[in-house]
Each structure stands twice: as structure tokens, then as C-alpha cells.
């Protein structure tokens, strides 16, 4: 009634702006009867305010006058069981959120209106509220700054003893939906970023600072579930477990990306507090137990997963306290002449340190235990270890490093890797390592990637690293470990059964990033290993050959050339730490079953990329670099009708001079006279049946084609699933053809993990063909295996070349005396 009145005013006059606020005022209760009615008012106040900010600065003073602020809380107040608080709250979100001027902002801020909004008694159960609440939450903190941010804040002697933005939102941070996660961090970080020293003591002292426990603890349970999938028993890599591992360690990666937002603040207390709490809550119940330095306090998740969170965190938040207190435990059993020296210089640092010098103390403490441990059972005889630089070798990191298990192998050394290659490593492990002298940080650095890189190698050479003495490491600590690390990767590599070639060409990665750092020559025994493990892949590939893809294996080593060669080079700090748990869950070797023409498929594409990774292994141990993408040239001239035949397509016109006539039943076509027709030329090869043309003696119109490389035959008898052809007693005339119809490109079958066997796969296509004698059905057998051996012989011959060019038995002489 009320729009109908002032219908012929302007909407956004301000005699409508005053007359709406005196509407809502006359409203003493708000229920079901009155509810739209006050939605309107709400709706169109904040309309004309946002209109006035821009355009009229009497509507933003009438505003003011008219204390309108003062009457949404009064709304809030007087509802019963309206649902107001929901629309009420969703306008005010737009109103501050439209406001532009800092004197509108100011003011709405003020007279702790907003904070008794905030602080007002929500019911969220059951409802919807919760988004619209925490909308609002935001939309306040996105005009905070360090002028307005006092007025949100209550403050005794220089102390803020309340803050209700950050307090009310803190409620929400275990919420389910991710919107309000999201919302959550936002708002947060924008109270982080303003720089408001007494905000900052607030919310890095208790009870605030708890927060930052419970994300870190809500963290640990993430990494919990996260483990529960990798761990698993299904031995099928299925897409939707790999779908849910994906969600979770999704969910971790935002964590841990948050955990970096707040550290870039750079206010050192809030630093302080998420540091400590990551590492004593996370990083320390992970590594400690994982490298066996210390028994498990209740948190445990298996070593790949703990090797994941780790890697990931360094990758992700990084930092110097974290990176160094991360060397410093998984350098520590290796590093006891330094540690002592370590300390001392830690202590003097300016640096707040102590939670690293405690966990320095707890695990000699262990050390002690576990050495006394150690004598009693060699007392007993229980254990015999005459070197303990053996039994060292195969402690800590090195336990994984040299794991039977390919994804602990894989993710220890990425681990290993991430930390050589950090530029925060600092003081303690400087201390630990013996390089706090040197005053280059270039240097510096360089000298750090050595040094762990050379925790897998036999000893350092004191003409580039100095001594070993200097470094603090016992000489023969690590002796035997490079190589052993080398022989390691290759044995994954010329594992039997075969690995699937994403694992392989993850270790194809390793192997090139350890190549590049040109410490050891490579021994006879590794050559060998290299040799074995090449020979496999080419006997694989010529094995393919054989089988029903031989025509594609052309067109997917070009496909597959530059896919190898883009990981083979990827960066370091583009590398997930994600393929760990992929590998994990991908277990299965590429060898299966080959009946369905999609495993074939999948089984050839492995095939072929394993292949070529060994090339450019081979190129690179050889001669220090890949190969470039070879050029394989396939033009083939032939005659005029297999030029005819091999464009052929459905419904086109071919000749039949060379067809063998033979009869076809279609399910909704009856029995057909045709001509069936193999041809090859070049990487091309078809059977075409084809219909004689009505009115051209010699022609035939195409009514279906399948590929020569995916046939297999049989001469029909009583056992249909017989390989290889027989003529039967009864119908020595029927051919029975099996059509290989899945087709890769059409349904894109670009898998991210290892082969994927579906369930749900289409199954291959049949033809049985009826001649008119056993003669004639006999002749067009042949005819087909002549046709595809003269398909196959063409692609033969284009990859011999490339066969005979990296034959791996002269590897030994080519290398000449290359550094590894």
C-alpha cells in the first residue's frame, strides 16, 4: 500500500527516503503477517542509501539523522519467528559493500551498531542463516583498515578485551560448506593484513590464538582420512577412489596454502604461533615417528602420506623456520660432531628457536635410550651389527630412500631434493653441516645442495666440498649410498613384471635431476642394470608390433615424444608431491589382459612412452642430454588402386578388382552379397566390404571398413574363442572376423594415472563372412595376413632405424667415463 501512495514520487527522492524510514518505525513487531512488508522497507532503504552515496549526500545525512542503523538492530530484536535475520542481513551485506566513501564507512562502523549485529543472538540451527551471516561478517571486514578497525574493537588500557568480527567468525571455521571455509580465511586474513599491533596480541594469545591449534588439529584429521583412502585394500585403481583422494589432498593443499597467506603477513608473534603449532602439532608427530627417532603419540599415518604432508608443506608454506627445523630432524642422525657447536650458535641467535633446541634435547634423549636398547640386544644376540656407518646407511631417510616400495623410494627423494634445493635453509642446518662460516650466500647455498645431495653419495671430495671432517658427517657414513640410489631407480625401472610407465617416467625425472649434479661415474654394475632394463623395453615394443595397434604405435611415439620430454624436464618446484600417493594407489603393472582391443590400447600407449623414456635416459647418460624428437618419414608411394582403396571411406566408390565375393547377414539388413577387400599402403591398412555398383560392372560402393591391425581370425567351428584359424568340419566356408571397434581419440582416453580398466567398456565388434567354397575362404584368409604383413613390415622398417641407432649393448663405450 505503502509504493502505491508514493507511486508518483521520485523512488529515490529524499521526501520517499524519509517516509519509508518512518514506515519502518512504526512497526513494533515483526511476524509472519508483516514479514514481506518489512522486507520491502529493508530493501528499499538500502537501495536509496547506496543510490545517496554516490549521488546524494543529503540521503547518507538523513541516514545519519534518522540513526536507520539503530532501527535494523531494533528489527532484529522485535522478530518472532519471523525469519528476518536472514534478508535483513543479506541487505545489509549490499549496503556495505556498495558504500564508496570513507565517511559513510566511518560512520557505519561506529557507535557499535555493527558489533551489536554481529553479537546478536543467531539461531543457525536448521536453516539457512549461517551463509547470509557470514556474508555479512565479510563484507564488514572488506572496509576495514587501520583507521576503522578501532571501532570494531573493544579496548581497556591499551588491551583489546573483545572483538566480535573476529571472535563470531573464529565459530565457523570447522564449517562444512567450503563457502564459508572460504569466507572464513578471507575475512581473517583481511584483519591480519591491517597491521593493528593490539589486534595482533589479541589474536596470538589465548583464548584467540586456539584457533590456530584447531586448524592445525582439523589439519591432522584431513591427513587421517587422506591415509585411510591411500591405504586402502582395493587392489583396482578405480576413478572414484582416485576421485576422492584427489578431493581430500585437495582440501590439505588449501589448508596449507592459508597457513602460507597468514605467514606472508610477516607480523613476527602471528608468525611465532602458526610455526610452533604447525611443527609441534604436525610436522615433528610426523617426521619423528616416520624416520624412527621417537615412538608414535597417537597420530600416525602411514610413511608415503607422512612423506606427502611433508614435501607438500615445504612446497606450499615453506619458510626458513619450518625448512630448518624439517633438515634438522631428518639431518640429525648423521650429524652428532656439529650438533653441539649447532646449539651453541642457535642459542645466541636473535631468532626465536627454542621449540627446535627442545626437540633437539628430546631426540638425543631417545638416541640415548635407543643406543642402550641397541647393546642390550646385541648382549643378547639378538642383533649383531658390526658397523653401525651400515647400519646408519639404512636409518632415518635412507630407510625409504632404499624401500622396496617404489612410491616411498620416489617420494623420499623428492623430499631429499626439496630441501637441497630451498633457499631458506639457514642457521641450523649451516650450524649442523659446518657452513656457518662461509659468508657468500651464494656460496653458502651451493654448498647446502651438496651436502644433502651427498647424504646419498660415497663420501665428499675435498677438492669441491671440502672435507668430510669439516662438514661434521663421519666419512664412512654414507658410503656405497649414491650408487646404491642409482641402482635403486633402475631397478624400477627394469622391474618384472613391468611398472606402469607413469611411475617409470617419474623416475626417469629423478634419474635426470641427480644426473645433472655430475657427482660419481657411473659403474659397470648400473650400466648393466640400464642395459637390462632398455633391452626389456625394446623386446615390449617389438612385441607390440604384433598385437592390434601395431598402426598406432607411429602416431603415439610422435604424441608421446614431447609429453616425455615436457616431464623428463619439468622444474622442481612445479612438481607435485601428489604423484606419491597416485603412485601408491596405482600399483597394478601394465601387463593384463589383452582380449578387449582397450586394454591393448592402453597396455601399447604404456609400451610405447616407456620406450622412449629409456631413449632419452640412454642419450642422457651417454652423451649429458635428450634427444631430439626423431623424424620419422612414412611417405609411401603404392599403386593406383591401393591409393583407391586406402581413402576409402563409408558409402565412397572402390574398385573390386582385387575383392574376394563372399556373403554378409546384417542383424537389420538380412544376407548381403559383397566383396571383401584387405588392402595396405604405408601405415594404412583396411578391409572394406563393399556392395557391387548397379550399373558399373567394376565399382563397389563401401558399406563398412575395419582396420587391418585389429582383426583377429578365425575359420568358424564349435569353439568360437579360439586364436588361431581352423577350418571346421561342418562350415569350412565362414570367416569369422573380431573388429576391433574402441577408438581412442573419440573418447579421448588420456588417463592421468596408471591404465584404468573399466568395467563398462565397449565391447569389440564381429563379422562372419560366407564364401562360396573352403578354397575361397581359405585364400581370403591369407590374403588378410598377407595385406597386414605388409602393413606391418612398412612400420617396421621406419623403426628399425631408431632400434638399431640406440642398440644399448655399445652404452658401456659411449659413455667414456661420463659423470653421474
Known amino acids: 500500500m505503502w509504493r502505491t501512495v508514493w507511486r508518483s514520487i521520485d523512488r529515490f527522492s529524499l521526501q520517499h527516503f524519509k517516509y519509508v524510514i518512518n514506515e519502518l518505525r512504526k512497526i513494533k513487531v515483526v511476524d509472519q503477517h508483516n514479514r514481506e512488508l518489512v522486507i520491502d522497507l529493508l530493501q528499499t532503504i538500502v537501495e536509496i542509501v547506496t543510490y545517496g552515496d554516490r549521488q546524494d549526500p543529503f540521503i ?286 642457535i642459542t645466541n641467535s636473535s631468532s626465536d628457536t627454542h621449540f627446535f633446541l627442545n626437540l633437539l634435547r628430546d631426540m638425543e634423549i631417545m638416541e640415548i635410550v635407543g643406543s642402550e636398547s641397541q647393546k642390550d640386544e646385541n648382549i643378547n644376540g639378538n642383533h649383531i651389527c658390526g658397523n653401525d656407518d651400515v647400519r646408519l646407511e639404512r636409518n632415518g631417510i635412507l630407510m625409504y630412500v632404499f624401500s622396496d616400495n617404489h612410491s616411498l623410494l620416489l617420494a623420499s627423494l623428492l623430499l631429499l631434493l626439496i630441501l637441497a634445493e630451498s633457499k631458506d635453509l639457514d642457521y641450523t642446518s649451516d650450524s649442523m653441516i659446518g657452513l656457518s662460516d662461509i659468508q657468500d650466500p651464494m656460496c653458502r647455498q651451493c654448498q647446502r645442495k651438496a651436502f644433502i645431495i651427498n647424504y646419498m653419495h660415497s663420501g665428499f671430495s675435498s677438492q669441491n666440498y671440502g672435507t668430510s671432517a669439516s662438514l661434521g658427517v663421519n666419512d664412512n657414513v654414507f658410503v656405497r649410498v649414491m650408487p646404491q640410489v642409482f641402482y635403486a631407480l633402475l631397478n624400477v625401472l627394469a622391474s618384472q613384471p613391468p611398472l606402469c610407465a607413469l611411475i617409470q617416467w617419474h623416475t626417469g625425472w629423478f634419474m635426470r635431476k641427480l644426473l645433472n649434479f655430475q657427482v660419481m661415474t657411473l659403474g659397470e654394475q648400473h650400466l648393466h642394470l640400464f642395459n637390462t632394463s632398455y633391452q626389456q623395453s625394446c623386446e615390449r615394443l617389438q612385441k607390440e608390433l604384433d598385437g592390434c595397434w601395431f598402426d598406432c604405435i607411429l602416431d603415439t611415439m610422435k604424441d608421446e615424444w614431447e609429453n616425455c620430454e615436457t616431464a623428463l624436464k619439468e622444474p622442481l618446484k612445479s612438481k607435485s608431491p601428489s604423484f606419491a600417493l597416485e603412485l601408491a594407489v596405482c600399483k597394478q603393472s601394465t601387463d593384463g589382459n589383452t582380449n578387449s582391443s582397450d586394454t591393448a590400447w592402453e597396455i601399447m600407449v604404456d609400451v610405447v612412452k616407456v620406450f622412449i623414456l629409456h631413449l632419452q635416459l640412454k642419450a642422457l647418460i651417454s652423451k649429458g642430454e635428450l634427444l631430439e624428437k626423431p623424424l620419422l618419414d612414412s611417405a609411401d608411394s603404392g599403386t593406383s588402386n591401393s591409393l583407391d582403396i586406402a581413402s576409402a571411406s563409408f558409402g565412397s566408390d572402390v574398385y573390386l578388382g582385387s575383392g574376394i565375393p563372399c556373403r554378409i547377414a546384417f542383424s537389420n539388413a538380412g544376407i548381403r552379397d559383397i566383396y571383401m577387400i584387405p588392402a595396405a599402403r604405408g601405415l594404412s591398412g583396411k578391409v572394406i566390404l563393399a556392395e557391387k555398383h548397379p550399373f558399373r560392372s567394376q565399382r563397389g560402393v563401401v558399406i563398412a571398413i575395419a582396420p587391418l591391425a585389429g582383426l583377429r581370425m578365425q575359420l568358424i567351428s564349435t569353439t568360437l574363442h579360439l586364436k588361431q584359424p581352423t577350418i571346421d568340419e561342418d562350415h569350412p566356408t565362414w570367416l569369422h572376423l573380431w573388429i576391433r571397434e574402441f577408438d581412442p581419440r573419440s573418447k579421448a582416453r588420456k588417463s592421468r594415472g596408471c591404465n584404468l580398466h573399466v568395467s563398462n567398456s565397449a565391447l569389440d565388434g564381429r563379422w562372419t563372412l560366407g564364401f562360396p567354397s573352403a578354397k575361397g575362404c581359405e585364400i581370403a584368409r591369407l590374403l588378410i595376413l598377407e595385406e597386414t604383413y605388409k602393413q606391418r613390415s612398412f612400420i617396421k622398417s621406419l623403426l628399425a632405424p631408431l632400434l638399431q641407432k640406440n642398440d644399448p649393448g655399445n652404452l658401456c663405450n659411449e659413455q667414456d667415463g661420463r659423470k653421474l
Open 60 to 345: 547518507f545525512e538523513c541516514f545519519m539523522e534518522y540513526q536507520v542503523l539503530a532501527e535494523f538492530v531494533r528489527i532484529l530484536k522485535i522478530s518472532r519467528n519471523s525469519k528476518i535475520e536472514a534478508p535483513l542481513l543479506q541487505y545489509l551485506s549490499i549496503m556495505i559493500q556498495n558504500m564508496g566513501s570513507e565517511h559513510a564507512i566511518y560512520y557505519c562502523l561506529s557507535n557499535d551498531y555493527i558489533n551489536t549485529i554481529i553479537a546478536h543472538q543467531y539461531d543457525f540451527d536448521g536453516g539457512d542463516l549461517a551463509p547470509y551471516y557470514v556474508s555479512f561478517l565479510r563484507a564488514v571486514s572488506g572496509k576495514i583498515n587501520r583507521d576503522t578497525l578501532c571501532l570494531l574493537v573493544r579496548v581497556n588500557r591499551d588491551v583489546v578485551t573483545s572483538f566480535p568480527l573476529y571472535t563470531e567468525i573464529l565459530k565457523f571455521a570447522q564449517h562444512g560448506e567450503k563457502m564459508i571455509q572460504t569466507a572464513v580465511h578471507a575475512l581473517t586474513l583481511n584483519i591480519f593484513n591491517v597491521s593493528d599491533d593490539m589486534v595482533y596480541q589479541f589474536v596470538t594469545s589465548p583464548p584467540a590464538s586456539q584457533y590456530f591449534s584447531d586448524l592445525v588439529y582439523s589439519l591432522r584429521e584431513k591427513c587421517l582420512r587422506l591415509d585411510v583412502l591411500v591405504q586402502a585394500t582395493d587392489e583396482t585403481c578405480t576413478k572414484q577412489r582416485r576421485k576422492e583422494i584427489l578431493l581430500e589432498s585437495d582440501e590439505i593443499v588449501d589448508d596449507l596454502y592459508y597457513f602460507k597467506d597468514i605467514l606472508s603477513v610477516g607480523e613476527p608473534r602471528l608468525s611465532k604461533v602458526v610455526t610452533q603449532d604447525l611443527l609441534n602439532l604436525l610436522v615433528f608427530p610426523i617426521l619423528i615417528p616416520l624416520l624412527q627417532l621417537r615412538q608414535s603419540n597417537g597420530f600416525y599415518v602411514s610413511a608415503v602420506t607422512s612423506l606427502y604432508i611433508v614435501s607438500y608443506l615445504l612446497v606450499v608454506v615453506g619458510g626458513k623456520n619450518i625448512v630448518n627445523a624439517v633438515a634438522g630432524v631428518i639431518l640429525y642422525p648423521y650429524m652428532t660432531p656439529r650438533r653441539d657447536a649447532a646449539k651453541e650458535e
